[in-house]
C-alpha cells in the first residue's frame, strides 16, 4: 500500500485529492500550516472526513519553518500542493508570504526528498504562469509571462523542480490548473463568492466587464489529473489540468440564476491588477500522457458547489 505526502491537505484542492488518495487504499501523510489566507474553521472542516478514515496521519507544520528531517521515511511519493493562492492579494509586502510559502517552502522539500527513490514528486502549479494567453488554446510550451506576483511565484516553484529533477533525479511532475472550483472553493474564489451572496441574498462585486473567460475544472477533474500524474506523468514535465468548460463570468453568472431562479443583483468594480483575461488550456498531453478525460460539466459542477454551500452555512 503506497503511502503519500500531501502537502496543504487542509485546503480545498488537498482536502479532496486526500480523500480519494484514501479510497483508493493508499496511506497520507498530510501536512498543512492553516495559514490564515482564509478562515481556520474552514480548514477544519475540510479535514473533518479524512480524521475519521484509517491511514490518515496529520502533521500541523509550516514547511518553512518546521524541521524535515525524517519527512521522507516511508513515503512513496510527493503531492506538493502547500501554498499561498490567491492573484489579487500577492502584490505590495503580502508578496513575502507567497515567497515564503510558493518558494522556500518548495525548495525546502525537494531537498528533503532529493535522495529518496519516490515515485514522483508532484508540484502543483497554476495557468497563472501564463499571463495573458493572447491566442488560446495555451500549450505547455507557450512562453510563459505571469502578470502577478503570485504566477511568478508558481513559475519559480516549477523551475525549482525542474532543477532538482536536472541535477538530482528527482522525478518532478508539475501540474498547471486552470481555475479549479467545486465543494470546499476557497472562499476568496468568484464561484464561491458569487453563489454564497445569492444564498444570502446580497449583491456581488464584479470586476471588469464580465466578458473574461476562464478555463474552468471541476475539482475531482483535478484530482483525477493530479493521482494520474503520480504513476503516469513523465519525469520533470510540465501538464495542462483544464477542464475544457470555457466560459465568460457574464455565462456564468447566467448560469447562477438559473440555478437559484433569481437573478444576482451585480455591483460593477474595476479590473483587478494582475487578473488575466482569459485561459485556454490546450490538455492534450496530458489527455496522451494521463489519461486525463475531464468528466463534469459547469452546470453540474456548480450545482455541486451550491449545495455544499447550503450545507455549510447551516452548519
Ligand atoms: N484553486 C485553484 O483554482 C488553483 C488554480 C491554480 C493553482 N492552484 C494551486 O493548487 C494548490 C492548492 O490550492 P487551493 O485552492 O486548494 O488553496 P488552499 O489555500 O485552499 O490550500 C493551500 C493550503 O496550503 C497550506 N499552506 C500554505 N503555506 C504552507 C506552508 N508553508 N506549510 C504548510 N502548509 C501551507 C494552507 O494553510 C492551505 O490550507 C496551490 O498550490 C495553488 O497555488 C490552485
Same mark, same amino acid.
Given at each position: 500500500?503506497?503511502?503519500?505526502?500531501?502537502?496543504?491537505?487542509?485546503?480545498?484542492?488537498?482536502?479532496?485529492?486526500?480523500?480519494?488518495?484514501?479510497?483508493?487504499?493508499?496511506?497520507?501523510?498530510?501536512?498543512?500550516?492553516?495559514?490564515?489566507?482564509?478562515?481556520?474553521?474552514?480548514?477544519?472542516?475540510?479535514?473533518?472526513?479524512?480524521?475519521?478514515?484509517?491511514?490518515?496521519?496529520?502533521?500541523?507544520?509550516?514547511?518553512?519553518?518546521?524541521?524535515?528531517?525524517?519527512?521522507?521515511?516511508?513515503?512513496?511519493?510527493?503531492?506538493?500542493?502547500?501554498?499561498?493562492?490567491?492573484?489579487?492579494?500577492?502584490?505590495?509586502?503580502?508578496?513575502?508570504?507567497?515567497?515564503?510559502?510558493?518558494?522556500?517552502?518548495?525548495?525546502?522539500?525537494?531537498?528533503?526528498?532529493?535522495?529518496?527513490?519516490?515515485?514522483?514528486?508532484?508540484?502543483?502549479?497554476?495557468?497563472?504562469?501564463?499571463?495573458?494567453?493572447?491566442?488560446?488554446?495555451?500549450?505547455?510550451?507557450?512562453?510563459?509571462?505571469?502578470?502577478?506576483?503570485?504566477?511568478?511565484?508558481?513559475?519559480?516553484?516549477?523551475?525549482?523542480?525542474?532543477?532538482?529533477?536536472?541535477?538530482?533525479?528527482?522525478?518532478?511532475?508539475?501540474?498547471?490548473?486552470?481555475?479549479?472550483?467545486?465543494?470546499?472553493?476557497?472562499?476568496?474564489?468568484?464561484?464561491?463568492?458569487?453563489?454564497?451572496?445569492?444564498?444570502?441574498?446580497?449583491?456581488?462585486?464584479?470586476?471588469?466587464?464580465?466578458?473574461?473567460?476562464?478555463?474552468?475544472?471541476?475539482?475531482?477533474?483535478? $484530482?483525477?489529473? !493530479?493521482? &494520474?500524474?503520480? /504513476?503516469?506523468?513523465? %519525469?520533470?514535465?510540465?501538464? +495542462?489540468?483544464?477542464? #475544457?468548460? =470555457?466560459?465568460?463570468?457574464?455565462?456564468?453568472?447566467?448560469?447562477?440564476?438559473?440555478?437559484?431562479?433569481?437573478?444576482?443583483?451585480?455591483?460593477?468594480?474595476?479590473?483587478?491588477?494582475?487578473? $488575466?483575461?482569459? !485561459?485556454? &488550456?490546450?490538455? /492534450?498531453?496530458?489527455? %496522451?500522457?494521463?489519461?486525463? +478525460?475531464?468528466?463534469? #460539466?459547469? =452546470?453540474?459542477?456548480?450545482?455541486?458547489?451550491?449545495?455544499?454551500?447550503?450545507?455549510?452555512?447551516?452548519?
Amino acid at each position: 500500500m503506497p503511502r503519500y505526502l500531501v502537502t496543504g491537505t487542509a485546503g480545498f484542492i488537498g482536502s479532496h485529492l486526500s480523500e480519494r488518495l484514501l479510497k483508493e487504499g493508499a496511506e497520507v501523510l498530510g501536512v498543512d500550516r492553516f495559514s490564515n489566507f482564509y478562515r481556520r474553521k474552514d480548514k477544519e472542516s475540510n479535514l473533518q472526513s479524512l480524521y475519521d478514515t484509517p491511514g490518515f496521519e496529520f502533521s500541523e507544520m509550516d514547511l518553512c519553518k518546521g524541521s524535515l528531517e525524517g519527512i521522507s521515511e516511508g513515503i512513496d511519493g510527493v503531492f506538493h500542493l502547500a501554498a499561498q493562492a490567491g492573484v489579487r492579494d500577492s502584490w505590495g509586502e503580502a508578496f513575502s508570504v507567497y515567497l515564503n510559502d510558493n518558494n522556500l517552502a518548495t525548495q525546502r522539500l525537494l531537498e528533503a526528498f532529493r535522495d529518496r527513490p519516490i515515485q514522483a514528486f508532484v508540484y502543483a502549479s497554476s495557468s497563472s504562469i501564463y499571463g495573458d494567453a493572447l491566442e488560446g488554446p495555451t500549450k505547455e510550451d507557450a512562453m510563459p509571462k505571469p502578470v502577478s506576483p503570485y504566477g511568478v511565484s508558481k513559475l519559480d516553484g516549477e523551475h525549482l523542480c525542474y532543477l532538482y529533477y536536472r541535477n538530482f533525479g528527482i522525478r518532478t511532475v508539475s501540474v498547471r490548473y486552470f481555475t479549479v472550483y467545486g465543494p470546499r472553493q476557497r472562499p476568496d474564489m468568484a464561484f464561491h463568492r458569487f453563489l454564497k451572496a445569492g444564498l444570502k441574498g446580497e449583491p456581488i462585486t464584479l470586476f471588469g466587464d464580465g466578458e473574461q473567460s476562464r478555463d474552468f475544472t471541476f475539482v475531482a477533474d483535478a $484530482v483525477a489529473g !493530479t493521482m &494520474a500524474a503520480m /504513476t503516469k506523468g513523465k %519525469a520533470g514535465a510540465v501538464y +495542462n489540468i483544464g477542464g #475544457g468548460q =470555457r466560459a465568460t463570468v457574464n455565462e456564468v453568472i447566467g448560469y447562477i440564476n438559473d440555478l437559484q431562479g433569481t437573478p444576482l443583483q451585480v455591483n460593477r468594480g474595476g479590473v483587478q491588477k494582475g487578473d $488575466v483575461r482569459h !485561459t485556454w &488550456a490546450d490538455a /492534450t498531453r496530458a489527455a %496522451a500522457d494521463l489519461g486525463f +478525460n475531464p468528466q463534469t #460539466g459547469l =452546470r453540474e459542477g456548480l450545482k455541486a458547489e451550491r449545495e455544499w454551500l447550503i450545507r455549510r452555512m447551516k452548519g
